[in-house]
Protein backbone atom coordinates (compact mmCIF):
# COMPACT_ATOMS: atom_id res chain seq x y z
CA UNK A 1 0.00 0.00 0.00
CA UNK A 2 1.23 3.64 -0.77
CA UNK A 3 0.02 6.22 1.01
CA UNK A 4 -0.34 9.07 -0.65
CA UNK A 5 -1.08 12.53 1.76
CA UNK A 6 0.40 15.15 -0.92
CA UNK A 7 -2.81 15.73 -1.89
CA UNK A 8 -4.78 16.99 1.33
CA UNK A 9 -8.59 17.38 0.25
CA UNK A 10 -8.50 20.79 0.53
CA UNK A 11 -9.21 22.59 -2.54
CA UNK A 12 -12.19 20.01 -2.98
CA UNK A 13 -13.12 21.22 0.60
CA UNK A 14 -13.33 25.02 -0.39
CA UNK A 15 -14.80 24.40 -3.60
CA UNK A 16 -17.57 22.20 -1.86
CA UNK A 17 -17.55 24.43 1.17
CA UNK A 18 -17.99 27.75 -1.18
CA UNK A 19 -20.59 25.95 -3.81
CA UNK A 20 -23.13 24.85 -0.63
CA UNK A 21 -22.89 28.32 1.02
CA UNK A 22 -23.05 31.16 -1.61
CA UNK A 23 -25.66 28.34 -3.61
CA UNK A 24 -27.67 27.66 -0.29
CA UNK A 25 -27.74 31.42 0.29
CA UNK A 26 -29.46 31.75 -3.59
CA UNK A 27 -31.49 28.82 -2.93
CA UNK A 28 -33.56 30.01 -0.06
CA UNK A 29 -33.54 34.15 -0.81
CA UNK A 30 -35.21 32.88 -4.04
CA UNK A 31 -37.42 30.09 -2.50
CA UNK A 32 -35.48 27.66 -5.51
CA UNK A 33 -35.76 24.48 -2.75
CA UNK A 34 -39.82 25.30 -3.12
CA UNK A 35 -39.19 25.81 -7.24
CA UNK A 36 -37.06 22.94 -7.70
CA UNK A 37 -38.11 20.41 -5.36
CA UNK A 38 -35.03 17.74 -6.21
CA UNK A 39 -32.62 20.17 -5.70
CA UNK A 40 -32.56 19.39 -1.40
CA UNK A 41 -31.42 15.89 -2.51
CA UNK A 42 -28.46 17.14 -4.38
CA UNK A 43 -27.73 19.92 -1.65
CA UNK A 44 -27.93 16.98 1.07
CA UNK A 45 -25.58 15.02 -1.22
CA UNK A 46 -23.05 17.53 -1.81
CA UNK A 47 -23.42 18.16 2.38
CA UNK A 48 -22.43 14.50 2.97
CA UNK A 49 -19.60 15.09 0.03
CA UNK A 50 -18.54 17.73 2.19
CA UNK A 51 -18.69 16.58 5.46
CA UNK A 52 -17.01 13.24 4.51
CA UNK A 53 -13.95 15.03 3.26
CA UNK A 54 -13.70 17.07 6.55
CA UNK A 55 -13.54 13.75 8.26
CA UNK A 56 -11.33 12.14 6.26
CA UNK A 57 -8.89 15.00 6.22
CA UNK A 58 -9.20 15.31 10.03
CA UNK A 59 -8.81 11.56 10.72
CA UNK A 60 -6.93 10.34 8.31
CA UNK A 61 -5.04 12.09 6.05
CA UNK A 62 -1.97 13.29 8.76
CA UNK A 63 -1.28 9.85 9.16
CA UNK A 64 -2.57 10.10 13.05
CA UNK A 65 -4.73 6.69 12.85
CA UNK A 66 -2.02 3.97 11.49
CA UNK A 67 -4.67 1.16 12.09
CA UNK A 68 -7.09 2.65 9.91
CA UNK A 69 -4.47 3.13 7.07
CA UNK A 70 -3.81 -0.33 7.27
CA UNK A 71 -8.04 -0.96 7.13
CA UNK A 72 -10.43 0.19 4.71
CA UNK A 73 -13.12 -0.73 6.36
CA UNK A 74 -12.29 1.55 9.20
CA UNK A 75 -12.34 4.46 7.23
CA UNK A 76 -15.68 3.74 5.67
CA UNK A 77 -17.45 2.47 8.69
CA UNK A 78 -16.19 5.76 10.26
CA UNK A 79 -16.77 7.77 8.01
CA UNK A 80 -20.44 6.69 7.27
CA UNK A 81 -20.95 6.85 11.03
CA UNK A 82 -19.92 10.86 11.57
CA UNK A 83 -21.64 11.89 8.30
CA UNK A 84 -24.93 10.53 9.61
CA UNK A 85 -24.56 11.98 13.31
CA UNK A 86 -23.72 15.02 11.75
CA UNK A 87 -26.97 14.83 9.14
CA UNK A 88 -29.05 13.92 11.91
CA UNK A 89 -27.94 16.47 14.06
CA UNK A 90 -28.86 18.78 11.54
CA UNK A 91 -32.14 17.31 11.20
CA UNK A 92 -32.78 17.55 14.85
CA UNK A 93 -31.65 21.33 14.70
CA UNK A 94 -34.37 21.89 11.72
CA UNK A 95 -36.84 20.62 13.61
CA UNK A 96 -35.95 22.53 16.88
CA UNK A 97 -35.89 25.95 15.38
CA UNK A 98 -39.68 25.23 13.15
CA UNK A 99 -37.47 24.35 9.66
CA UNK A 100 -39.07 21.25 9.65
CA UNK A 101 -42.80 19.93 11.32
CA UNK A 102 -43.41 17.02 12.87
CA UNK A 103 -45.23 14.83 10.07
CA UNK A 104 -45.36 11.48 8.73
CA UNK A 105 -44.26 13.96 5.36
CA UNK A 106 -41.85 15.30 7.01
CA UNK A 107 -40.10 12.35 8.87
CA UNK A 108 -39.98 10.52 4.97
CA UNK A 109 -38.11 13.74 4.10
CA UNK A 110 -35.68 13.71 7.19
CA UNK A 111 -35.11 9.80 6.31
CA UNK A 112 -34.34 10.80 2.71
CA UNK A 113 -32.03 13.85 3.52
CA UNK A 114 -30.28 11.28 5.87
CA UNK A 115 -29.92 8.86 3.06
CA UNK A 116 -28.44 11.57 0.79
CA UNK A 117 -25.76 12.64 3.24
CA UNK A 118 -24.90 9.29 3.88
CA UNK A 119 -24.72 8.61 -0.29
CA UNK A 120 -22.66 11.62 -0.62
CA UNK A 121 -19.97 10.26 2.53
CA UNK A 122 -19.69 7.32 0.06
CA UNK A 123 -19.19 9.39 -3.05
CA UNK A 124 -16.42 11.46 -0.20
CA UNK A 125 -14.92 7.56 0.70
CA UNK A 126 -14.55 7.01 -2.85
CA UNK A 127 -12.50 10.00 -3.71
CA UNK A 128 -10.13 10.07 -0.90
CA UNK A 129 -9.31 6.44 -2.16
CA UNK A 130 -8.93 7.87 -5.82
CA UNK A 131 -6.78 10.42 -4.39
CA UNK A 132 -5.25 9.74 -1.42
CA UNK A 133 -4.85 5.95 -1.14
CA UNK A 134 -3.22 4.30 -3.39
CA UNK A 135 -3.37 0.62 -3.23
CA UNK A 136 -0.03 -0.94 -4.30
Same mark, same amino acid.
Given at each position: ???????????????????????????????? &? &????????? /?????? !?????????????????????????? !???????? !???????????? &???????????????????? /????????????? &?????????
Amino acid at each position: MEYNDKKKLTPEILALSLFIGIGHNIFVQNNV &Y &YLIPKLDML /MHTLGG !VLIGLIFLKVFFVGKRFTYAQLHRGV !VIWTTLIA !VFIIGFGWEIFE &YGVGLTPLSKLATLDTASDI /MFDIAGALIAVWW &YFKRIWKVG
